[in-house]
């Protein structure tokens, strides 16, 4: 399904319009962790290993991924992390065009695989995953929680 009226762009520039849109999708994604600040954003937006895509339609942030790039000794690793789409924005294809970015950025970066986490209970983003090409993998998934 291609976007309505969607588009993709990577923030380079904090302000607050992004400070808020943060502030409204991060607790539809978790209830665990509060809303980036502006120097947090800054961090991410600054940093060289990682890329925030925005989603924009009808001039409001619908929608947000951070695909993380680092070098590790067996090649240029890619993952996806904290994707999240407006409840009122979803069904439209805004999930899959952020999706869809973030693998050319990372085919484009020389990156040969793109892995990512979901959880089961998201079933809609986990169908949307499959349909992408992305493949359930079995694997030991391990967090240690520091204090």
Same mark, same amino acid.
């Given at each position: 399904m291609a976007a309505e009226n969607v588009e993709i762009s990577e923030a380079t520039l904090v302000d607050d319009r992004l400070v808020a849109a943060f502030a409204e999708l991060i607790p539809?994604?978790?209830?665990?962790?509060?809303p980036p600040d502006a120097a947090a954003l800054e961090a991410i937006v600054a940093s060289d290993t990682s890329v925030l895509f925005v989603a924009v339609s009808g001039?409001?942030?619908?929608g947000s991924l951070t695909l993380v790039l680092a070098g590790i000794p067996t090649g240029l690793r890619a993952w996806i992390e904290d994707v999240v789409v407006d409840e009122e924005a979803r069904g439209r294809g805004v999930g899959e065009a952020l999706n869809e970015? &973030?693998?050319?950025?990372?085919? &484009?970066r020389g990156a040969r695989t793109v892995d990512l986490t979901s959880r089961p209970s998201r079933e809609t983003a986990n169908r949307l995953y499959e349909r992408l090409g992305f493949e359930k993998r079995e694997t030991n998934v391990y967090r240690y929680t520091i204090d």
């Open positions: 539809q994604l978790s209830n665990s962790n509060p001039g409001e942030i619908v970015e &973030a693998i050319r950025r990372a085919r &484009a």
